[in-house]
């Protein structure tokens, strides 16, 4: 009996143990096949993500690339760049009641922008006993530089090519990789990261993106911002651009020069220091290209091919906030 009881003790454990171990390879099979068509339909649905966006360019004629969503890989640009311990410069100006926005414009930084990379904000300001505080992770940092108030808005608008200029000239070089030169009047909604690096950025404008016929270029040849009719690529904004140091000093300075002498013959650029750039531009090819999910407008409803807006600026009233 108990040879017996053994026996079918035997047998029987044997048999759930060959049962146990083809269920356990049954289910080990399933999971790695679970887990291949998982990883086959990310790949797919990655491809079909990039090819998806054949309603936009994104390369231009002279082979910079336009940045969209679906466009690029964000973990691996960020590992790229991080491996190289880049840092990065943000200039802003905030005068006058623009004060009232830089808050935002700093705490949405902190969520979106070159999270978990070296960035050193500047804040140009009439008003620094106004500054908010502003908590910053590890390895950001802020530093404040005073200016003067002005009159005209037009004019602080356009002086930020030679503040920015003298930033660079005086402070960040060399050390510092590259610069981004931003409006305050804007916030940060989605990821702003290293799919931006360049030599020399420029961001499509928000209301002008399509129709190349209605670009306002300064179109007075008796500016230096001339553009005549049927020239231009895109018309870029004001409002954020950037890029490596020396590119950036050289944009600066050339457009910063030609305000200046336009302004000695009594001349002012539709745009300002806009219509400069865009000039700039032209005859400067951009290396990269930011679609206009770097600088938004909130007041604009979102168009088809904005998957993601990364920055935008907020509805403000022009009368009561600018100076004239
Ligand atoms: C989306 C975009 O590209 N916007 C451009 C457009 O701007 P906006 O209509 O957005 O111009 P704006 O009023 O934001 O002025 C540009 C920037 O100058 C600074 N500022 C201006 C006035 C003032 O009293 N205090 C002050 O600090 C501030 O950083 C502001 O963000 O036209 C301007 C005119 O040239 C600039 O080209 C802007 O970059
Ligand atoms: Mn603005």
Redesign the pocket.
């Known amino acids: 009996l108990s040879q017996n009881t053994s026996k079918n003790y035997f047998c029987s454990g044997s048999r759930s143990c060959c049962l146990l171990v083809f269920r356990f390879s049954l289910s080990l099979n399933t999971l790695l096949f679970a887990r291949w068509l998982t990883a086959a339909v990310v790949f797919a649905l990655r491809v079909l993500c990039f090819l998806s966006r054949t309603d936009v360019a994104t390369v231009t004629p002279w082979l910079a690339p336009v940045v969209w969503e679906g466009t690029f890989e964000p973990e691996l640009l960020d590992g790229v760049y991080r491996q190289k311990n880049v840092s990065i410069a943000v200039t802003v100006f905030a005068v006058g009641k623009y004060i009232r926005f830089l808050k935002d414009f700093l705490e949405t930084a902190e969520q979106h922008f070159f999270v978990g990379f070296k960035v050193h904000v500047y804040v140009f300001t009439d008003r620094p006993a106004e500054l908010p505080k502003v908590e910053m992770a590890a390895g950001r940092q802020l530093t404040v530089h005073p200016v003067p108030a002005a009159k005209r808005w037009q004019e602080i608008s356009a002086r930020r090519m030679e503040m920015i200029q003298r930033l660079i000239e005086e402070t960040l070089l060399p050390g510092t990789d590259f610069i981004f030169c931003l409006?305050?009047?804007?916030k940060f909604h989605g990821r702003w990261g290293a799919e931006s690096l360049g030599s020399l950025v420029a961001v499509v404008h928000p209301e002008l993106t399509f129709d190349r016929g209605g670009f306002p270029y300064e179109r007075r040849p008796a500016s230096r911002a001339y553009m005549a009719p049927g020239l231009g690529d895109f018309y870029y904004c004001g409002?954020a651009f950037g890029g490596d140091l020396h590119e950036v000093r050289l944009l600066a300075k050339t457009c910063r020069e030609n305000f200046e002498a336009d302004a000695k013959e009594g001349i002012e650029a539709a745009w300002q220091e806009e219509s400069h750039l865009n000039r700039y531009m032209w005859l400067n090819k951009p290396s990269k290209v930011l679609s206009p999910e770097f600088l938004w407008q909130d007041f604009k409803p979102r168009e088809r091919e904005i998957h993601v807006v990364r920055f935008s600026?907020v509805v403000k009233n022009y009368a009561e906030i600018r100076p004239n």
């Open positions: 409006d305050v009047d804007s409002g600026g």
